[in-house]
Every structure is written in structure tokens, then in C-alpha cells.
């Protein structure tokens, strides 16, 4: 048993309820009690205890959208132009898988535990990132991804899915859970889709998928026109019709509960009630969206519709870097339209609770029961806890517990 605490004690509820001097007092299995630092020292006399000065506590975070095995584009994809950069990762995706991607993948878990945190969503295209990110101490949600809109190997594509989940069931722990991604309505063949969705329902699996993320994409699943149409005849020699509307895409998915949608950018109020009756949630990555599509997802409209809004940062594919806190920071200078501290208070919860709400995890808030995982960061001098400090001013985390043990 141990107990830490700090000037603030941010538990990331609902409320937003903050505990000035407040202390925790934990396990490796959970939260024991959440009571003023004081009044802990005094009740547990002999127990291990550390307060942070000028510091807040705060639920280790969650990167709900990440793509290890680009880690090591700097410089080589196209920006600026959806196009333009899903051109440029065909043409270089052999180039950025070879080389020394191991450590690049490890420095990009670096990143992320250097930015508070805890807790990743991994799409995996290809496996490579399965040994690094299962022995990480980051807990980890593993997205076996399946693409591929070639009927004639079809088949082919489903067993090197299949047989890449079986690999990553291999590591399945309380910190590693294997579970399934499908890589978008515009590269994925309706039957491999069919499939998948079957799978992932037999193995009762979290579920993620890219949508609606471009304007190209709207295009294509509208019209069967645009640049996919250009993209098919360039890259796979073949004359295709969009193998799915946004609607038939979107019914596709409603069996399942609590789907991860990564982007929808061009999504409208018509997508966002059915993501609602779904209860998914919509993770949203700014900078890649600033990076690829010149634009910012509207996070009220988000809100408005009930839906969770949970925050990624996309590969360094899409990013210079994969800090969470950077990404924070961007976006609170991108939605300039909102009240700064009410923004801050927004962001804060998308990468704690709102990754976490309505799942079995029980992370993302400080409270009783819930798992030991805690990022503590330096704030300035200040007498009142605002969510804004925090993402201004930390540049990195001070410390992060992951199940009640120090991991940096
Ligand atoms: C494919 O593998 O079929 C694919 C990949 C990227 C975009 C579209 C299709
Ligand atoms: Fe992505």
C-alpha cells in the first residue's frame, strides 16, 4: 500500500471535481481511498508516502488512435493534401517499414509515456509492433487491422487477419487486449467486411475503424467519383464503384456497442445520431486532421449529439510527434471560438474518462476501485487548479504510474 499526493488532485469525473492538497492511497490493484493528503498520513501511520509540490494528479491519459509502425516518417510523406499523402504512403510503405523500425517505434513509446500516457489504442497493420508494444509498460488495446479491396485475394487477407489476431492473443493480459480495426469504407471490399465484423463479434472484441476522415472519401462513397476513382486505376489497375454507401457502411456496425470512429471529419448530424444509438465514440486527432485535411473536427457538434469525444494522435504518418500533451496544446489553440478554460476542461476528460465511459475499464477517472494508473505533472505556482495550466505549461509528465508502479 502507498499513498501520493500533490496541490491538486484532479479526479476527472464528470463533475470535474479537484482535491486541493489531495492524496491518494493505492495498491497494485486498484485505488484504496481518495481523501486530503493529510487525513491519509494520519489513518495509514507506516505507509510509503510522496507529495508532489506544484504538481497536479490526474488519471494516467489515453492515446485512443495511434500507428506505431509509421514511426519512423520524418520528412517522407506528402502533408498538406489527403490525396497527395495516402499517394505518397503506397508509394513509400515498404521504405517505412524497413531500417531500424524497431527502435523507432520504441522511442515512439518514449513519446508516449513522456506525455502521461497510460494507456494506448494501437492500430496494427502488419504486426511489426506486437513484440515492442507487448513488452511496453503501457497497457495497450491492440487493433489487428484488416484492409484490402481486392476480391481475388480476399481470402488472403482475411487468414493474414486472422492469423496476425491469433498472434496477438498470444500476449492477451489485463494490460494487452487484442481486438479487431477495419481501415475504412474506402479500402476494405464489403466482403472482407462481412467477415471481419463476424469475427470480431464471435470474439466479443473492442472494435475501431477510420471514417469519414476526407473529403475524397465522402466523394467516393456518394458518387464512386473523385480521387479514388483515380486512386484504383493508378495503384490497382482496376475500373471500382465504392463498395459501400456512408448508410450501408455505418448499418454495418450497428450490432456492435461502444465502436471506436477514428476522424469523421466530413461526418453530419445524420452520422452522428447513428453513432450515438450505437454508443460509439469519436476519436478525433488534430494535428493529422490539420496535416492531411486542412481542417478541425467540430467538437461541439460532437457534444451536442451525446457522443463521447476521445483524442489520438494518429502515426508520425499523419504527425511530427506522438505526444499526447502536444496534441492537447494544438487544440487549444485551434478552437479559438470556444471559452479557454471550459476548452481545457473538454480536452482534459478526452483523453481520461471519455476513453473509458460505458466499458468494462475501470480507468479514466480517479475512484475507488478503479486501476492505479496516475500522471503527475508540474504546474506553476498557482492557487486555483485550471485544466489550461496544465496543457500550456507541462511539456512533459513529471511521473507516471502505471498499476501502482513508477514507469519513468
Ligand atoms: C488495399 O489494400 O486494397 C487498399 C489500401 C489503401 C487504400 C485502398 C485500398
Ligand atoms: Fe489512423
Given at each position: 500500500?502507498r499513498i501520493?499526493?500533490?496541490?491538486?488532485?484532479?479526479?476527472?469525473?464528470?463533475e470535474?471535481?479537484?482535491l486541493?492538497?489531495?492524496?491518494?492511497?493505492f495498491d497494485?490493484?486498484?485505488?484504496l481511498e481518495i481523501?486530503?493528503?493529510?487525513?491519509?498520513?494520519?489513518?495509514?501511520?507506516n505507509v510509503?508516502a510522496?507529495f508532489?509540490?506544484?504538481?497536479?494528479?490526474?488519471p494516467?491519459?489515453?492515446?485512443?488512435?495511434?500507428?506505431?509502425?509509421?514511426?519512423?516518417?520524418?520528412?517522407?510523406?506528402?502533408?498538406?493534401?489527403?490525396?497527395?499523402?495516402?499517394?505518397?504512403?503506397?508509394?513509400k510503405?515498404?521504405?517505412l517499414?524497413?531500417?531500424?523500425?524497431?527502435?523507432?517505434?520504441?522511442?515512439?513509446?518514449?513519446?508516449?509515456?513522456?506525455?502521461?500516457?497510460g494507456?494506448v489504442?494501437?492500430i496494427?497493420s502488419?504486426?511489426l509492433?506486437?513484440?515492442?508494444?507487448a513488452?511496453?509498460?503501457l497497457?495497450?488495446?491492440?487493433?489487428?487491422e484488416?484492409?484490402?479491396?481486392?476480391?481475388?485475394?480476399?481470402?488472403?487477407l482475411y487468414?493474414?487477419?486472422?492469423?496476425?489476431?491469433?498472434?496477438?492473443?498470444?500476449k492477451?493480459?489485463?494490460?494487452f487486449?487484442?481486438?479487431?480495426?477495419?481501415?475504412?469504407p474506402?479500402s476494405?471490399h464489403?466482403?472482407?467486411?462481412?467477415?471481419?465484423?463476424?469475427f470480431?463479434?464471435?470474439?466479443?472484441?473492442?472494435?475501431?475503424?477510420?471514417f469519414?476522415?476526407?473529403?475524397?472519401?465522402?466523394?467516393?462513397?456518394m458518387?464512386?467519383?473523385?480521387?479514388f476513382?483515380?486512386?484504383?486505376?493508378k495503384?490497382?489497375?482496376?475500373?471500382?464503384?465504392?463498395f459501400?454507401?456512408?448508410?450501408s457502411f455505418?448499418?454495418?456496425?450497428?450490432?456492435?456497442?461502444?465502436?471506436y470512429?477514428t476522424?469523421?471529419?466530413?461526418?453530419?448530424?445524420?452520422?452522428?445520431?447513428?453513432?450515438?444509438?450505437?454508443?460509439?465514440?469519436?476519436?478525433t486527432?488534430?494535428?493529422?486532421n490539420?496535416?492531411?485535411?486542412?481542417?478541425?473536427?467540430?467538437?461541439?457538434?460532437?457534444?451536442?449529439?451525446g457522443?463521447?469525444l476521445c483524442i489520438?494522435?494518429?502515426?508520425?504518418?499523419?504527425?511530427?510527434?506522438?505526444s499526447?500533451?502536444?496534441?492537447?496544446r494544438?487544440?487549444?489553440?485551434?478552437?479559438?471560438?470556444?471559452?479557454l478554460?471550459v476548452l481545457?476542461r473538454k480536452?482534459?476528460?478526452?483523453?481520461?474518462?471519455?476513453a473509458?465511459?460505458?466499458t468494462?475499464l475501470p480507468?479514466g477517472?480517479?475512484?475507488?476501485?478503479?486501476w492505479a494508473?496516475?500522471a503527475?505533472?508540474?504546474?506553476?505556482?498557482?492557487?486555483?487548479?485550471?485544466a489550461q495550466?496544465?496543457?500550456?505549461?507541462?511539456?512533459e509528465?513529471?511521473?507516471?504510474l502505471i498499476?501502482?508502479?513508477?514507469?519513468l
Amino acid at each position: 500500500m502507498r499513498i501520493i499526493g500533490a496541490d491538486f488532485v484532479a479526479l476527472c469525473n464528470a463533475e470535474f471535481d479537484v482535491l486541493k492538497q489531495g492524496g491518494i492511497c493505492f495498491d497494485t490493484n486498484g485505488i484504496l481511498e481518495i481523501a486530503p493528503y493529510m487525513q491519509l498520513r494520519q489513518k495509514y501511520k507506516n505507509v510509503e508516502a510522496q507529495f508532489y509540490d506544484s504538481c497536479v494528479i490526474t488519471p494516467s491519459f489515453a492515446n485512443m488512435h495511434l500507428h506505431l509502425e509509421f514511426s519512423q516518417n520524418d520528412g517522407i510523406l506528402h502533408f498538406g493534401d489527403f490525396g497527395k499523402w495516402l499517394d505518397s504512403v503506397i508509394e513509400k510503405r515498404e521504405v517505412l517499414m524497413s531500417g531500424d523500425l524497431q527502435s523507432a517505434m520504441q522511442a515512439g513509446i518514449n513519446a508516449c509515456l513522456k506525455s502521461g500516457v497510460g494507456f494506448v489504442g494501437a492500430i496494427s497493420s502488419n504486426g511489426l509492433d506486437l513484440e515492442v508494444l507487448a513488452n511496453a509498460p503501457l497497457r495497450v488495446l491492440y487493433f489487428n487491422e484488416a484492409i484490402g479491396s481486392n476480391v481475388q485475394i480476399l481470402d488472403v487477407l482475411y487468414q493474414n487477419f486472422q492469423a496476425r489476431f491469433k498472434e496477438s492473443q498470444s500476449k492477451a493480459s489485463a494490460r494487452f487486449i487484442p481486438a479487431v480495426a477495419v481501415h475504412s469504407p474506402y479500402s476494405v471490399h464489403s466482403k472482407l467486411l462481412q467477415k471481419v465484423l463476424e469475427f470480431a463479434k464471435e470474439n466479443n472484441t473492442p472494435l475501431s475503424v477510420h471514417f469519414l476522415e476526407s473529403c475524397a472519401e465522402k466523394e467516393w462513397l456518394m458518387q464512386s467519383s473523385g480521387y479514388f476513382s483515380a486512386f484504383y486505376e493508378k495503384f490497382f489497375n482496376a475500373k471500382l464503384k465504392s463498395f459501400f454507401s456512408v448508410d450501408s457502411f455505418l448499418d454495418a456496425f450497428s450490432d456492435f456497442k461502444g465502436v471506436y470512429f477514428t476522424h469523421c471529419l466530413e461526418a453530419g448530424s445524420k452520422e452522428f445520431a447513428k453513432i450515438f444509438r450505437m454508443q460509439g465514440k469519436i476519436i478525433t486527432c488534430p494535428k493529422s486532421n490539420r496535416l492531411l485535411n486542412n481542417k478541425f473536427l467540430d467538437i461541439n457538434c460532437i457534444e451536442q449529439n451525446g457522443i463521447p469525444l476521445c483524442i489520438g494522435t494518429d502515426g508520425k504518418s499523419s504527425n511530427d510527434t506522438l505526444s499526447l500533451l502536444d496534441e492537447l496544446r494544438i487544440a487549444l489553440f485551434a478552437y479559438a471560438d470556444m471559452p479557454l478554460e471550459v476548452l481545457a476542461r473538454k480536452l482534459l476528460l478526452s483523453v481520461t474518462r471519455n476513453a473509458f465511459v460505458d466499458t468494462s475499464l475501470p480507468l479514466g477517472e480517479l475512484k475507488c476501485g478503479n486501476w492505479a494508473d496516475f500522471a503527475v505533472f508540474k504546474l506553476p505556482k498557482v492557487e486555483e487548479f485550471l485544466a489550461q495550466h496544465l496543457i500550456l505549461y507541462a511539456k512533459e509528465a513529471q511521473q507516471l504510474l502505471i498499476q501502482g508502479k513508477e514507469v519513468l
